[in-house]
């Protein structure tokens, strides 16, 4: 019986966009992700639930097994950093708010033996989302639907055999003003960092997955990016003997292997997925209130 690999340690793991709620989630993908690692820290960093576009008619059992796992982890030791992001950003309000392991945060400072990082979402840096956000919710159902495009697409070059496409990065990269926006979304995040003296920043929002070393009037700062689980399925990794690294789902060889055979009892947590809201809610507060 083949047996799952030995899960990676790591101390810090940052992941953003994840979107669950929407049609472009990749939840089965982050899921074989997660049970890939162990992290000490878990950084959420905003737009994890898709709020925005939350339905409903719409909530798939590999959705609620992330929410469930992301809890067993929090169960387990692992410090969760829940970031509020636009498309959270009704939690915005409860801000500050501590239920075991899990914090609900607009911002966060880690002191790393690498330097500081900073980490925030960083819509507050979108002109759309401060002055036109009826214009930023249009654009995320048309960015939706996209996405739905894109599997179609990318449904049919499977059958001929040919590779996936990713129209929606296609787009951005085509469009001048889309890719000024993104630099200059990462100038202004190297910026504000570097005059408040922290050496890293890292952010999600765009999903553009980096690390790059910027340059600003007050020194250098390494930008990061989580990218998202969207398109990209991308998370920032950190180890005080590598530091930060890029991690990308499409290149890890051991993600893309057959799963595992899993003993033969049946699989609690996934069973749980498809239990009524109201007893996996209750079961949740339990799970995350643990020590």
Known sequence: M?????????????????????????????????????????VLNGDIVDIWQFSKSYWPAAHMRVVRHLAGM?????RIHYLTG?????????????????SIENKLLLDLPHGQTWLFHGDVFDVTMRHSRWLARLGSHGYDLLILLNRLVNWGLHRLGRPRVALSKAVKDRVKSAVSLVSDFEQTAATIAADRGYRYVACGHIHCPEIKTLATSAGQVTYLNSGDWVENLTALEYTSAAGWQLYRYQDDEAQHQPEPA???????????????????LADLLREISMK
Not at 13 to 40: F, M, N, Q
Not at 89 to 100: H, I, N, S
Not at 262 to 280: F, G, S
């Open 2 to 42: 083949m047996k799952r690999p030995a899960k990676r340690r790591l101390e810090v793991c940052v992941i953003s966009d994840v979107h669950l709620g929407t049609y472009g989630c990749h939840a089965p993908e982050l899921l074989r992700y997660l049970k890939s690692i162990r992290p000490r820290t878990l």
């Open 86 to 102: 636009n498309h959270d950003e009704l939690l915005r309000k409860f801000a500050g708010t501590r239920l075991g392991a899990l």
């Open 262 to 280: 899993e003993t033969p009892e049946p699989d609690e947590t996934d069973a749980a997925a498809d239990a009524p809201a109201a007893e996996l």
């Open 74 to 78: 929090a169960a387990k030791g692992t």
